[in-house]
């Protein structure tokens, strides 16, 4: 029987460099999509068992899981949605909303109103990834989230669509956003934190964070056989 062999102890040497680096920031887990191939569950505790208590997904099935087995965790839903029983089933669960729009966040806000519940959110902004979120002028139209009732406002993200491969893009990218969170709803309303690929960056103080292109010093998590991969992966193995 063939196996997709995870190298669990670079796995954990590679999470252990990237919490070292994010300090005190906050430290999302992107296990999307089955925990890209890996097993959303086994992937998932492994993370929690190594100090990881914040992931992303993309689908309520997802959130529903990790609730599940995680019922202190904070779980962002990373895709929008306006659909009213995903709405319903996301506030249930106590999930991260995101909202690129003021419509989805009126629905939001009408949802967590009938189930007497907050809607936690966080903003997203569309600096080239082309998916969806507020452009980086729009802050003016974001503020009018902030507003709404039952709505909280937690934060505030972008997708660097080139982060490891170009970075004159990734930086035009870190500019727009930049310009986002320097408009009226972040000057004013003041959110917080806004995080930006797992670095904080504190309201007023943008300046002082680090560059946006990440190159860390991460090794591989699979074995070299490649024969010995799954062309759909197994759930997370155990140390070889």
């Not at 993370?47 to 965790?73: C, I, K, M, S, Y």
């Not at 507003?147 to 909280?152: D, E, T, V, W």
């Amino acid at each position: 029987m063939h196996q997709y062999i995870v190298e669990t102890d670079v796995l954990e040497a590679n999470l252990r460099y990237l919490l070292e680096q994010a300090g005190d920031a906050a430290f999302y887990a992107v296990v999307k999509g089955n925990g890209y191939g890996l097993g959303l569950e086994a992937l998932s505790r492994f993370l929690w068992d190594h100090g990881v208590t914040r992931f992303a997904v993309t689908e309520v099935p997802e959130v529903r899981a990790l609730r599940q087995a995680f019922p202190e965790a904070e779980i962002l839903m990373l895709r929008e949605t306006g659909i009213p029983e995903e709405l319903e089933a996301l506030i249930g669960l106590d999930a991260v909303l995101t909202l690129g729009t003021v419509s989805t966040a009126e629905g939001a806000a009408q949802t967590a109103e009938r189930l007497n519940k907050t809607a936690v959110c966080h903003l997203k902004t569309d600096t080239g990834m082309g998916r969806y979120g507020f452009l980086p002028d729009q802050a003016g139209t974001a503020a009018r989230i902030y507003g709404l009732p039952r709505i909280q406002v937690a934060g505030c993200y972008t997708h660097f669509h080139s982060a490891f491969s170009d970075e004159g893009e990734t930086r035009r990218q870190f500019a727009d956003f930049q310009r986002f969170l320097d408009g009226r709803h972040h000057r004013l309303l003041r959110p917080g934190c806004a995080r930006l690929r797992g670095r904080r960056i504190q309201a007023g103080a943008a300046g002082d964070a680090a560059g946006p292109v990440l190159r860390p010093p991460l090794q591989p998590c699979p074995g070299n056989d490649r024969r010995r991969h799954q062309r759909r992966p197994a759930p997370l193995a155990g140390r070889r």
